[in-house]
């Protein structure tokens, strides 16, 4: 699994080198990144690759600058433990609060905390706005109805703008300024470049025609004085601001899936003492091993096995599944479900960090701050549209200045301005992050765990899936049948000898071997050089006899003849048991049969996976007539039988050379290979670390109809992720050359910056608002 917090801080307080700066965009990094570059001795590293190349173009730029210049953001006080990310660019990471220093974004907590209302950033332009807001209404008003109430004389009215919107540009829109300028230090042009450009160009002007409009044309003196703009910059900055905290409430919005996940963990456990009296303690406080009682209507606190009582836990909230499921003693209990009736003792296995809602969490997390694939057109897109929309605003400047009607150079003025600020590239950059933060949320409560952008973006191409059986299509916990010795050995001596030899090993066919010897109160003995052959079976010593348990591919490795038992195998086997086979210094001893039940929802799930589309396959490493036998009572007709790990690695390959887009679903450790090597390896939560490691999608309850849903769910986010890049692509297309004034010839009309500025806010608040629709998909 992924790693905890708790492991992740200690790796860093043993091994982490200390902080790195990328010296072209300054985001810190470590020895660990991937981009790295020598020069002059010293050993330089990038947060990607474009860094790097304009690194290497021009170094010594970059090392000077590295030197002189402090590119990070004036350091607030911080959360202690909390990293904070941007949503658009989420290998820029740091642990105190600021903003993006590629895009200037307001950087966010990774992972928020239940009932954090700490957002820095949304109340500091909450302040900026509402201080601001009087001071922008005054200067609005005397702009538009100054001339006609006739206050004042104009010459005195430009001064008392100017002393209204000083305030509004130097404080209430520094922020603005800054991540503008910090824009052109990193040489990461965006909405702040222009924004910052568009009023600082308009209030400077103003300015000048206030303090010495004697250097001005006399064209452009308009009743009585130098023409002004002290309102449009204004107004913009207020408009900015208002936008900001319509964006940031909406993003806050995108978090509330892992907050509702971090929600359902109880805040007190009630322990068992030695003595037998019971206490409440903080939850903190439990610790593996520890007796807790659970009673109706409580909350299980943390992971673990019930060992006294019974009765029906609600794990809707976690895996999906809609009905209350019967535990009792030696059944598994997973914390933050719901006891619903009878009273429960369990013993704690899993606790803090290593809790199944703690692992969800953070691959929750781990999903939302990766990028999809299709957010690199986007970010291709991006990269070049501030620099086109400079050109296109110094055009609109210069062909309004020398062929507009008079004042020319003030309509020149007033249209750059509109291009720089309507053209706002936030909405395009937020396109795909938004809805892949919401649609991973969604999925953690469908017990969907998906492990990055790309598996949501992937899964709805798939074509075929080959799945696993043991694990996957049946319960994976077999229940033992029967032994069959060979002549001259005894059942109990083979189960013995099978049960000895499957201790060292973590498949479930094992398990129910070592259960059924101790049921039977057998003595096992711990076997040597333990050997397992993933998929195949294992080998190993015992009391100087060499032993091998597996299937028939094992026999023949060892050449082993297993003719003898042949017939009987063979009829285990069409009733869909597993067969083993073991062998004693190179003997066969005897078979063993267990039988693994079919998952009750597979069935239900292979009719909708057919439904949608999908070709079924069947590979596993049991003989090929019990997986035959299964797959026929399930309607699959493509079979792989008796396969190791490497014979699915080449099936998967050899589908994906065929054309077919290929999805592994398994759950152990000889799965892994092919899980990895899938274009969407797929894993039940109730199998192995190994295979969850491998995979890119996880189903928390191990239930096969997890991946309609989460095909379901791919299908939508990708359309939602098509809608804003459309609608963002649309709305630029549409507002530049409205705001050049390409439509004055025809109608004559302009857009004043101010309708601009509105209109940019609210483009990025619509892009997020229709990413926000997916909570209400039907998935």
Known sequence: MIPSPDQQVEGANLTSPPPLKDPVCGITVTDKAEHRQEYNGHLYYFCSAKCQGK???DPLHYVTAARTVETSPTKLPA?????????????????????????????????????????????DFQRRFWWSLPLTAVVFVLAMFGHRLQWMDMATQSWVELALATPIMLWAGWPFFTRGWQSVVNRSLNMWTLISLGTGAAFVYSVVATVAPQVLPASFISMGRVAVYFEAAAVII?????????ELKARSQTSAAIKSLLGLAPKTARRIRVDGAEEDVPLSEVHVGDVLRVRPGEKVPVDGMVTEGGSAVDESMLTGEPLPVNKRVGDKVIGATLNTSGALVISSEKVGSATVLAQIVRMVVQAQRSRAPMQRM?????????????????????????????????????????VLIIACPCALGLTTPMSIMVATGLGATRGVLFRDAAAIENLRKVDTLIIDKTGTLTEGRPAFDRVVPAPDFEADEVLRLAASLDQGSEHPLAETIVRAARERTMTLD???????????GVRGRLAGRQ????????????????????????????????????????????????????????????????????????????????????????????????????????????????????????????????????????????????AMNS?????????????????????????????????????????????????????????????????????????????????RSKV
């Open 378 to 418: 986007a970010d291709v897109v991006a990269g070049y549209f501030v620099t086109a929309v400079l050109v296109i605003a110094v055009l609109t400047f210069l062909a309004w200045g020398f062929f507009g009607p008079e004042p020319s150079w003030v309509f020149g003025l007033i249209n750059a301005v509109a």
């Open 238 to 246: 207020s408009l900015t601001l208002l936008g900001q905290l319509l």
């Open 547 to 690: 032993l091998a348990l597996g299937n028939t591919t094992l026999m023949q490795q060892m050449n082993v003849s297993v003719a003898s038992l042949l017939a009987q195998a063979e009829g285990l086997r069409s009733e869909g048991a597993s067969v083993m086979h073991l062998a004693v210094d190179g003997q066969l001893a005897g078979l063993l049969a267990v039988s693994d039940p079919i998952k009750q929802s597979t069935p239900e799930a292979l009719l909708m996976l057919k439904a949608a589309g999908l070709r079924i396959v069947m590979a596993t490493g049991d003989g090929l007539t019990t997986a035959k036998a299964v797959a026929k009572r399930l309607g699959i007709d493509e079979v792989h039988g008796e396969v190791k790990p490497a014979d699915k690695l080449i099936l998967v390959e050899k589908m994906q050379k065929e054309g077919r887009v290929v999805g592994m679903a398994g759950d152990g450790i000889n799965d892994a290979p092919a899980l990895a090597q899938a274009d969407v390896g797929i894993a039940m939560g109730t199998g192995t670390d190994v």
């Open 79 to 123: 959360i202690e433990g909390t990293i904070y990310t941007c949503p658009m660019h989420p290998e820029v990471r740091q642990d105190y609060p600021g903003n993006c220093p590629k895009c200037g974004m307001t950087l966010e907590p990774e992972l928020p905390k239940l009932g954090d209302d700490d957002n820095r950033a949304l109340r």
């Open 55 to 57: 690194f290497a173009a």
């Open 695 to 775: 995979a890119q999608l996880t189903l928390v309850k191990g239930d096969l109809r997890g991946i309609a849903v989460a095909r379901s769910l791919s299908e939508a986010t990708v359309a939602n992720m098509k809608q804003n890049l459309l609608f963002a692509l649309f709305y630029n297309a549409l507002a530049i050359p409205i705001a050049a004034g390409v439509l004055f010839p025809l109608t004559g009309w302009l857009l004043s910056p101010m309708i601009a500025a509105l209109t940019m806010s609210f483009s990025s608040v619509s892009v997020i608002g229709n990413a926000l629709r997916l909570r």
């Open 526 to 536: 711990k076997p040597e050089n333990f050997e397992s052959n993933s998929g195949i």
